[in-house]
């Protein structure tokens, strides 16, 4: 195992809690609603929830253990749904905490790229062909050709979404409370 491997098992494993200081950068100057913060934050939580909705809950998985290759839904289009919605998410709320959480995001952005490059590796080493094929088929951030039917649960897409739910809510407490500080 190289140490980008290393590094990005250990982003991977840790992914839920590293852009808590980004949150943090965001609320250094007095947050402001600018155009599109909310919608971003929307259309992010959206993209999140059609991809959930496709992968189920192991989507919340710590570990490098691998379920079926899942390429219905977002996952025809795009092979990383849930990381797209969650930079969406984070970029509307950098516009609301802009300036600070501008370089938050750019270090999201990176932390997600070095997660997928492992998440890549860990799958095409344990799915092997049908995954190759998934790789040469499917763009990796920008969406691609048409969306594929395929099995969606709105139910366990919201389950599945509670965490993500609840940060929004606290990172919107927060915001409201410094507003409310720096009025």
């Not at 080493?125 to 099995?151: I, M």
Request: proline share 7%; with cysteine; net charge positive.
């Amino acid at each position: 195992m190289t140490e980008s491997d290393h590094v990005g098992a250990w982003l991977f494993r840790h992914r839920g809690w590293l852009p808590v200081p980004v949150a943090a950068l965001c609320l250094i100057a007095p947050p402001q609603l600018r155009p599109g913060a909310l919608l971003l934050i929307l259309c992010g939580e959206a993209i999140r929830l059609a991809a959930v909705g496709h992968i189920g809950r192991r989507s919340r998985t710590r570990k490098d253990t691998v379920g079926a290759l899942v390429d219905s839904g977002p996952y025809a289009r795009l092979r990383n749904p849930l990381y797209v919605g969650n930079l969406m998410i984070w970029a509307g709320i950098v516009r609301i905490g802009w300036p600070y959480g501008a370089l938050g995001w750019l270090f999201l952005a990176l932390h997600y790229e070095i997660i997928v490059r492992w998440e890549e590796s860990n799958l095409l080493a344990k799915l092997g062909k049908p995954y190759a094929d998934y790789l040469r088929r499917v763009p990796r951030w920008l969406p691609f050709g048409p969306a594929v039917p395929g099995s969606y649960d709105v139910r366990e897409a919201l389950r599945s979404e509670r965490g993500t739910f609840a940060v929004l809510a606290v990172i919107a407490a927060a915001f409201a409370f410094r507003w409310y500080l720096g009025r």
